[in-house]
Every structure is written in structure tokens, then in C-alpha cells.
């Protein structure tokens, strides 16, 4: 049995894709920006760290997503406030 973890997947990618595709989402919710805002910014350090692996357009496609929803989120709370 081959126990070795698998050397192509890289967690620290998909978190930031995930982050990013949430917080482009909640980006449109009023006050839910702020949630946004803070998902964006963990959402872009992660996706600096998944740039590093093999999967690199998981990497930039969650860099992407998540520099999107910083900028709509902090539009959208400019707005509201």
C-alpha cells in the first residue's frame, strides 16, 4: 500500500480559490462586505502560498478571484457606509 500523500494537490490552492469564489459572492450583500473583505485578504495570502506548488492555475485563478472580491467588496462597504 502506498500511504505518500499526493504531490500534486495542494491544499493551500484550493482554500484559495474557495475563498475567493465566497467572497466575490458575499461581496454584493450590504454589510456581509466586511466579511468579504477579510475572506479576499486571507483568500490572497493563501493563493501566495499555492502559487509556489505544481498547481499554479489553481493558485492564480484563486489570486484572481480574490483581489476581484476585495476590490468589489471594498466598493460595495464604501457605498454602505
Request: charged fraction near 5%.
Amino acid at each position: 500500500m502506498n500511504n505518500q500523500p499526493n504531490p500534486t494537490y495542494n491544499g493551500n490552492a484550493t482554500a484559495s480559490l474557495v475563498l475567493g469564489i465566497v467572497s466575490v459572492v458575499l461581496c454584493w450583500l450590504g454589510w456581509f462586505s466586511v466579511i468579504s473583505l477579510v475572506l479576499g485578504i486571507i483568500g490572497i495570502t493563501q493563493a501566495n502560498k499555492g502559487r509556489l506548488s505544481e498547481k499554479k492555475g489553481l493558485g492564480t485563478a484563486g489570486l484572481v478571484l480574490s483581489i476581484i472580491g476585495v476590490v468589489l467588496s471594498g466598493l460595495t462597504l464604501l457605498c454602505v457606509v
